[in-house]
């Protein structure tokens, strides 16, 4: 199932519910669009949708405005956007309009006057860089890294060598935020770890029933989160029908039937993770967001990072937290360095060792939503188009790649980079 989502589009479509029908469905087709990376067409149907006859509400007419410069921008055409922008803001402007409309507008508006290569700071205040021949690292292998993500369109790499940044590479279509994908999953894991951790879930065996009252009959009820943690629930992958396609997405999942028996197959499921969402809020007393902020994120120094909501405001625990490539790196940091940061433990040990070995015989290379890899040794967070964050403790060694949207011949960055990351460090 695909993982690229882009967040302004899934905020829009939840407020198109309640205009005409037909506006209505044009719209969607213009969010999904750009939403799906095919910004020439999004910016052909928003002037399509504006310049037909004027039987459209102000509001309408602001979303396809807003629309056309998301497009507009996309594509790299600042001059139209600009113009585009200005017409918003004659139109617009003085309109009663969401507060989340003014609020994108003015992240358009911000990316626009910048239009800039993304520059990664000289100094963070966490993050230093180092020359990678001072760490005994290979530094041809390195640069055959480099071209490596820009030949498979990665929008940032960063290698990490005993805490420090030996290689970052950003495209020019870098931005901050960028989403993590499907990767979101191991973090999700990370929370499940620390609640345990709090006293606030007894273990990973304690079934699903025990949060969600319409999952105690049946074979549902034999569910438990180590089922969800695992992949092996029941739960199908439901590829273009599941949860990516819906706005209020945990009473889909919570709805959900299952398909095989909890614990008999292993199947890659987007909904059986993010029927976690409403499990962590139960367990944590709050909105599983809030928990992560104050409890992972900003203890990591993460100002960047947050986990994405869905138009209920419910978090998305299977896909696309927002946040930066040296914020990822901090929770391949966490993970390397067995839970501690800075001397406080943010996770247990047990559980980082527990989540990152094999979970179940049906996919000997999964832990606890974690994939594992045997040369080199490690494990590793997985997104859509190898967004991914990667362990190797060995080689005191992290490795993060982010892309945002596919590029005309996509091809498979870990197939090459699996046997590079062999040669990174030299003996």
Known sequence: MRDFRLTVALILIGF????????????????????????????????????????????????????????????????????SLKTYGEKCQSTALPEWLGSEIGKLRDELAARKPFQPPVNDGFWQTSDPKTLGMNVTALENHRRLCERTGADACLVVRRGKIVQEFYSARYRIPMMAMSSTKSITGILVGMLIDDGKIKDIDVPVCSYVSEWCAGAKAKVTLRHLLSMTSGLPRMWEDGVSGTNDKNPFVIKLPL?????????????????????????????????????????????????????????????????????????????????????????????????????????????????????????????????????????????????????????????????????????
């Open 16 to 83: 198109v519910a309640g205009v005409p029908a037909q506006a209505s469905l044009t719209l969607d087709q213009i969010f999904e669009l750009n939403r799906s990376g095919k910004w020439e067409q999004a910016a052909e149907s928003a002037q399509n949708f504006l310049s037909a006859k004027p039987d459209k509400s102000i509001d309408q007419l602001c979303q396809a405005r807003y629309s056309l410069i998301y497009a507009e921008t996309r594509l790299g055409r600042t001059a139209q956007a600009q113009t």
């Open 259 to 427: 398909a095989a028996e909890p614990g008999t197959k292993w199947d890659y499921s987007n909904e059986g993770v993010q029927l976690l969402s409403p499990i962590l809020d139960k367990a944590a007393g709050e909105p599983i967001q809030n928990y992560a902020r104050k409890r992972l994120f900003e203890p990591l120094g993460m100002s960047e990072t947050r986990l994405h909501l869905d138009s209920k405001n419910h978090a998305w625990t299977y896909a696309d937290m927002e946040t930066s490539a040296r914020d990822f790196a901090r929770i391949g940091l966490l993970m390397l360095n067995k839970g501690i940061w800075n001397k406080q433990p943010i996770v247990s040990a047990k559980w980082v060792a527990l989540s990152t070995e094999s979970s179940q015989k049906l996919n000997p290379g999964y832990g606890l939503l974690w994939w594992l890899y045997e040369n080199p040794a490690g494990f590793g967070a997985q997104g859509y188009l190898d967004t991914n964050l990667y362990v190797f403790p060995k080689q005191d060694m992290i490795i993060v790649r982010m892309q945002s949207k596919p590029i005309e011949v996509q091809t498979s960055y870990e197939k090459e980079a699996l046997p590079l990351f062999t040669r990174f460090v030299q003996e």
